[in-house]
């Protein structure tokens, strides 16, 4: 079966199935966005590419005391940019827990 990007989703494209015989299928997936184990268990919202919905600069996921940041945040992305992330949220993690920070 195709599978098309569209809409911001990920959608079948009818009457493409196709079957093959196999002994061993191996599926090796990428950009389908994080697990839904966490976000199911903590309450997190999700936006329309099902990763974690926060805004960036503020980090707070739409649970109260979680944080979110990089691909879980924006989605399949580059490794400076969730480094960028990571220390951000940590910034605004320090300023709710302390009430100031030092970090930059
Ligand atoms: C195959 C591949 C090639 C890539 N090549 C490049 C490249 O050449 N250049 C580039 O800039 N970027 C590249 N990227 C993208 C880059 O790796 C990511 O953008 C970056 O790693 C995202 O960092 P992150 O910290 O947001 O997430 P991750 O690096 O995915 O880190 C998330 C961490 O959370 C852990 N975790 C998950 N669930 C839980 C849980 N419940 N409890 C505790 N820990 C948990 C995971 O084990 C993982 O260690 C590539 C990505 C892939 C998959």
Known sequence: MDIVFKNGALQKVDGTEKTWKADLVFLSM?????????????????????????????????????????????????????????????REIDLFLMGSTDLP
């Open 30 to 90: 990428g950009f389908l966005g994080p697990e839904h184990y966490l976000s199911e268990s903590l309450g997190l919202e999700l936006d329309e590419k099902t990763n974690y919905r926060a805004d960036k600069g503020s980090y707070r996921s739409s649970a109260s005391h979680v944080f979110v940041a990089g691909d879980c945040r924006s989605g399949q992305s580059l490794v400076v940019r969730a480094i960028n992330e990571g220390r951000e949220a940590a």
